[in-house]
């Protein structure tokens, strides 16, 4: 008899499991038609929701709207120092064009900065604040830098609290609530699975077959993928060390509220 593999690969990441969950509800949607499987069906949805909503709420934080406000008042003011030096670069004066180029050439060397990434723009961003302090005094007076550099500094230090405190926020989250609606749809999945499997011995399988055959491909390339996921990762640390002693392959301790891996 046709059976719906109720094996949970508690190896899967939060979001190869949603999207899973996700995958394998719809198509339920799509195909049980039965009105005896309906009501497990929307009281694992009302489940898988609730991760949904969760993980979207963990892209964000209370300071995430500060961040960003933070991190344009930096843009504005790096990219209004640039336009600033690149017009100084003209200076009637040759002397002060000279000086002036000196600091257009640093803009230069870092690119578009403001178009990167948090890590990466401030990453680089640190490195061009170093060659522009690194000018010498001379040059910083004449070109009436000191203000510009200070406010950079300022706006920058402002960014890196903020973005502390949303990395907290988001880190508490994280380890909160995704994981308690997690357990929860993991709960919900398997009582579904469970479910379809009795129905098919109570009702026999005709109502449920073309469904099973779907979702049990979905499973299996999952499964698969987090089998071949490991064994890259396993190769990897031994070819990073390969005098490290073999241990004997020992069964993994799933997560509390999860299922172990067993035959379907």
Sequence with gaps: MTKLNNAYNYNARVDEDFGLQNRIYNL???????????????????DLDALDAALKQSQKSLATGEVENADRVVDRLYNS??????????HPD?????????????????????HLGYDQQYGALANAMQDFNALP???ITLLSLTPWLESITLAEAKFQVLRSTQTHELGQFQAGLVKET???????????????????????????????????????????????????????????????PETPDTPETPESGTTPETSA
């Design 28 to 46: 339920a949607v799509a195909t049980l038609t039965a009105e005896v499987v309906q009501p497990v069906i929307a009281a694992w949805k009302a």
């Design 81 to 90: 120092l640039k336009k600033y030096m690149e017009a100084f670069s003209n």
């Design 94 to 114: 040759p002397s002060t064009a000279k000086e002036a180029a000196k600091v257009v050439a640093i803009f230069e060397k870092y690119g578009a900065i403001t």
């Design 137 to 139: 005094e001379e040059t």
């Design 182 to 244: 997690r357990m929860a749809a993991d709960e919900a999945y398997k009582k579904f699975t469970d479910t379809v499997n009795a129905f098919v011995i109570a009702f026999g399988e005709e109502d449920y077959i073309d469904f099973i055959h779907d979702a049990n491909v979905i499973i299996n390339n999952l499964n698969a993928n987090i089998k071949a996921r490991s064994t890259r990762a396993k190769n990897s640390k031994e070819k990073e060390d390969p005098t490290e």
